[in-house]
């Protein structure tokens, strides 16, 4: 069992939808999540980093984490073309080993006009 | 303007022939990591350092060698390469590598091994 899976999609939806992005993780001592947005032939960029349980919002933005379930999402609200792109899910432990990040594989999302 | 640059962006070279992709930051970061990215597989960690000298093996350190002589240059080195290396390459540095501290990622160099 791969450590952080996420599906790689791609994802289509119409601009103005909402997106969910999820990732599963097997091992409890992840601590800290982030998710990063790539671009075709850019470096991935961080959009929202948690390490509590819960929701936290920054703008169209809403990052959830369940670690009793061992589950996080990205949700995007009234989706735009500018938010095509590979989106990344990644993790840290605390502690001993917390220099690492452990990435999912990325979902591309696409959202047409 | 804070960032990470990579050289060159673009290279396409034979194995064997040494080679060496430079990384270099400007936001006084001590952390600094090499990936690689490769389709179906994600983003890997070859080799991360941190701080000045200390450096240390990710998953995935075959073939590479790095070095840390100053902060804000972490050069990526392949003695030998082989056309398994062919892949996207990037460099990140966050400010201390540990808890919450995001990195933050250059723009990736691709690299073709024939």
């Known amino acids: 069992q791969k450590e952080v899976e996420q599906d790689p999609g791609p994802l289509s939806v119409p601009e103005g939808a909402i997106v969910s992005l999820n990732c599963t993780y097997s091992?409890?001592?992840?601590?800290?999540f982030m998710w990063y947005r790539q671009y075709s032939r850019k470096g991935p960029e961080l959009l929202m980093y948690t390490y509590s349980s819960g929701n936290k919002e920054d703008g169209r933005f809403t990052a959830q984490v369940d670690k009793s379930s061992k589950y996080i999402s990205l949700f995007i609200r009234d989706s735009q073309p500018s938010d095509s792109a590979t989106y990344l899910c990644?993790?840290?432990?605390?502690?001993?080993?917390?220099?690492?990040?452990?990435f999912g594989k990325g979902t591309k999302l696409s959202v047409i006009p | 303007e804070a960032q990470v640059t990579q050289n060159p962006r673009y290279l396409i070279t034979v194995t064997g022939k040494k080679l060496t992709v430079t990384c270099s930051q400007n936001?006084?970061?001590?952390?600094m990591s090499w990936y690689r990215q490769d389709p179906g597989l994600g983003l890997r960690q070859i080799y991360y350092?941190?701080?000045?000298?200390?450096?240390d093996k990710g998953d995935v350190p075959e073939g590479y060698k790095v070095s840390r002589k100053e902060k804000r240059n972490f050069p990526l080195i392949l003695e030998s390469p082989s056309p398994n290396q062919t892949s996207l390459y990037f460099c990140a540095s966050s400010l201390t590598g540990t808890g919450n501290q995001p990195q933050h990622f250059g723009d990736g160099t691709r690299l073709s091994i024939l």
């Open positions: 990644a993790m840290k432990y605390s502690g001993a080993g917390s220099y690492q990040l452990t």
């Open positions: 091992n409890s001592a992840f601590q800290y």
């Open positions: 350092s941190m701080n000045v000298e200390v450096t």
């Open positions: 936001m006084n970061h001590e952390y």
